[in-house]
């Protein structure tokens, strides 16, 4: 069994920042890609960044420059560093991991973690 928490979450003004972190636990044996993402209210969830086990990493357009993602693959443990932050980045952000547990590989979520920026 696999899970994944996340934490980090919060309120800030505009122009602030946050590190998101999430953490997966149970029984693991590699971990291939990590990613954020996120659901605003009424919108579909969407990726914010994604990190592949190699280190490579791509944005959504709307974050580039502003937020990076970073992982320690010995932690089992990705990041998300948002700067500069906006009203507009007010979501529920989600980690998901593709990870092989057992003899399947799968996606995993996190249970989610509300951040809200303020005008």
């Known amino acids: 069994q696999v899970q994944l928490v996340e934490s980090g979450g919060g309120l800030v003004q505009a122009g602030g920042s946050l590190r998101l972190s999430c953490v997966a636990s149970?029984?693991?044996?590699?971990?291939?890609?990590m990613g954020w993402y996120r659901q605003a209210a009424e919108k579909q969830r969407e990726l914010v960044a994604r990190i592949t086990y190699d280190g490579s990493t791509n944005y959504a357009e709307g974050v580039k420059g502003r937020f990076t993602i970073s992982r320690d693959s010995a932690k089992n443990t990705v990041y998300l560093q948002m700067n500069s932050l906006k009203p507009e980045d007010t979501a529920v952000y989600y980690c998901?991991?593709?990870?092989?547990?057992?003899?399947?590989?799968?996606?995993?979520w996190g249970q989610g973690t509300q951040v809200a920026v303020s005008s």
């Open positions: 998901k991991f593709r990870l092989l547990s057992g003899i399947r590989w799968d996606d995993y």
């Open positions: 149970g029984n693991i044996f590699t971990i291939n890609d």
